[in-house]
């Protein structure tokens, strides 16, 4: 017999076969494949997707990397500059969380947002409780949850916050408490929608009706697909968009990394499973994969990185995926914005799709996690 995840999943393949991405070609620099940047120049000519009440722009910025994790803490113009540069460039959607720094990453988005309140939405997740700069537990309990919420109003100069996540899923505090605390904070005008990362699907059903979910953020890249098993059918099913955090891999798919590449002990790659040795030499199959669409995709005038093909090639999966790359360095912000406007052929889309899952991959979550709380 047939399983409700294997049918869910053949659907949701058969429909993004069909769907193409568009917008501009962009460029590349050091440590990626080199493209001069033709990306959009104004907040009203990048393409739009919804996410609850909001028109965001179809390729947010993720801001985590800005704090630290996979690399030392940016200094704060430098990144409040590549934020500024990224709304010139069309970018309106932006994400952020309490524990990113902490509170480091908010003080950037809030600093380099405000003279542009009126043209961006600002994405922001609680869940943890904090002593000083340390991160001493989960705590969504609501008011813990308000405390933090009134935190990242203040770090982000804001009066409402557009979007607001459910981090991690807090084990003593039920998820109808937490959704019921967020729907509160919506009606006093504090947070436009609710968000939930990281969470099984019954949990998100659970939540989306007491107080509806605007959008789940989760990893998903060419190389990270679990999530097609259930949880983005079920987005479809019920509305929701979908976040996927990670889109290029932590740096993977954009081809800077060989198989002798050791990861820094001090940062976020070094724990990561599908960097080991092992994972690398078999992973970067699919790299090379990508590097072979670029070069296909390239024309005389405009080249086209690996980095643009999976970017691209998570757009064209459904209508309703708004992927967060992060960056530090203003040459990749450019390059990740020019991947709008790579648009595949329905056809080219099923001969990717084909390759990919042609290509074993090692490192990644196990099916069996998608069904459980993070």
Same mark, same amino acid.
């Given at each position: 017999?047939?399983?409700?995840?294997?049918?869910?999943?053949?659907? =949701?393949?058969?429909?993004?076969?069909?769907?193409?991405?568009?917008?501009?070609?962009?460029?590349?620099?050091?440590?990626?494949?080199?493209?001069?940047?033709?990306?959009?120049?104004? /907040?009203?000519?990048?393409? &739009?997707? &919804?996410?609850?009440?909001?028109?965001?722009?179809?390729?947010?910025?993720?801001?985590?990397?800005?704090?630290?994790?996979?690399?030392?803490?940016?200094?704060?113009?430098?990144?409040?500059?590549?934020?500024?540069?990224?709304?010139?460039?069309?970018?309106?959607?932006?994400?952020?969380?309490?524990?990113?720094?902490?509170?480091?990453?908010?003080? *950037?988005?809030?600093?380099?947002?405000?003279?542009?309140?009126?043209?961006?939405? *600002?994405?922001? &997740?609680?869940?943890?409780? =904090?002593?000083?700069?340390?991160?001493?537990?989960?705590?969504?309990?609501?008011?813990?949850?308000?405390?933090?919420?009134?935190?990242?109003?203040?770090?982000?100069?804001?009066?409402?916050?557009?979007?607001?996540?459910?981090?991690?899923?807090?084990?003593?505090?039920?998820?109808?408490?937490?959704?019921?605390?967020?729907? !509160?904070?919506?009606?006093?005008?504090?947070?436009?929608?609710?968000?939930?990362?990281?969470?099984?699907?019954?949990?998100?059903?659970?939540?989306?009706?007491?107080?509806?979910?605007?959008?789940?953020?989760?990893?998903?890249?060419?190389?990270?697909?679990?999530?097609?098993? !259930?949880? $983005?059918?079920?987005?479809?099913?019920?509305? $929701?968009?979908?976040?996927?955090?990670?889109?290029?891999?932590?740096?993977?798919?954009?081809?800077?990394? !060989?198989?002798?590449?050791?990861?820094?002990?001090?940062?976020?790659?070094?724990? /990561? #499973?599908? =960097?080991?040795?092992?994972?690398?030499?078999?992973?970067?199959?699919?790299?090379?994969?990508?590097?072979?669409?670029?070069? &296909?995709?390239?024309?005389?005038?405009?080249?086209?990185?690996?980095?643009?093909?999976?970017?691209?090639?998570?757009?064209?999966?459904?209508?309703?995926?708004?992927? *967060?790359?992060?960056?530090?360095?203003? !040459?990749?912000?450019?390059?990740?914005?020019?991947?709008?406007?790579?648009? =595949?052929?329905?056809?080219?889309?099923?001969?990717?799709?084909?390759? *990919?899952?042609?290509? #074993?991959?090692?490192?990644?979550?196990?099916?069996?996690?998608?069904?459980?709380?993070?």
């Amino acid at each position: 017999m047939e399983t409700s995840t294997s049918h869910n999943r053949r659907e =949701f393949l058969q429909r993004s076969a069909l769907l193409t991405a568009g917008l501009a070609l962009g460029g590349a620099s050091v440590g990626r494949a080199t493209a001069p940047a033709r990306p959009s120049t104004s /907040v009203l000519s990048a393409p &739009k997707r &919804k996410i609850g009440t909001l028109d965001v722009s179809a390729l947010g910025l993720g801001c985590m990397s800005m704090a630290g994790v996979y690399n030392a803490p940016q200094p704060k113009a430098a990144m409040v500059k590549l934020i500024r540069q990224a709304v010139e460039h069309g970018l309106t959607f932006f994400d952020t969380a309490e524990v990113y720094g902490p509170f480091y990453s908010e003080e *950037i988005v809030g600093e380099a947002l405000a003279p542009f309140r009126n043209q961006v939405q *600002i994405a922001s &997740k609680f869940g943890f409780r =904090f002593q000083g700069d340390q991160v001493t537990g989960k705590d969504s309990s609501p008011p813990h949850l308000r405390r933090a919420v009134e935190g990242m109003l203040q770090r982000l100069k804001i009066e409402t916050l557009d979007l607001c996540y459910l981090h991690r899923m807090d084990p003593n505090t039920p998820i109808e408490e937490i959704a019921g605390a967020v729907g !509160d904070l919506i009606r006093e005008g504090k947070v436009r929608n609710f968000g939930l990362s990281e969470v099984s699907p019954d949990t998100l059903r659970r939540a989306h009706a007491v107080q509806p979910v605007a959008a789940l953020q989760s990893e998903y890249s060419m190389l990270e697909r679990v999530m097609e098993l !259930d949880m $983005i059918p079920l987005c479809e099913e019920l509305g $929701i968009a979908f976040v996927p955090w990670g889109p290029l891999c932590r740096g993977m798919l954009t081809g800077r990394f !060989d198989k002798n590449y050791v990861p820094d002990a001090q940062y976020r790659r070094a724990g /990561v #499973p599908y =960097f080991t040795p092992e994972a690398l030499e078999a992973n970067l199959n699919l790299v090379d994969l990508l590097k072979r669409w670029a070069a &296909k995709k390239t024309s005389t005038s405009v080249p086209v990185t690996p980095a643009q093909i999976a970017l691209a090639w998570l757009l064209a999966q459904t209508p309703f995926i708004v992927p *967060i790359p992060g960056t530090t360095n203003p !040459d990749h912000l450019l390059e990740n914005i020019g991947a709008m406007g790579l648009t =595949f052929t329905p056809a080219e889309l099923q001969t990717l799709r084909t390759e *990919i899952e042609q290509i #074993p991959t090692v490192g990644f979550r196990a099916p069996a996690s998608v069904f459980q709380d993070l």
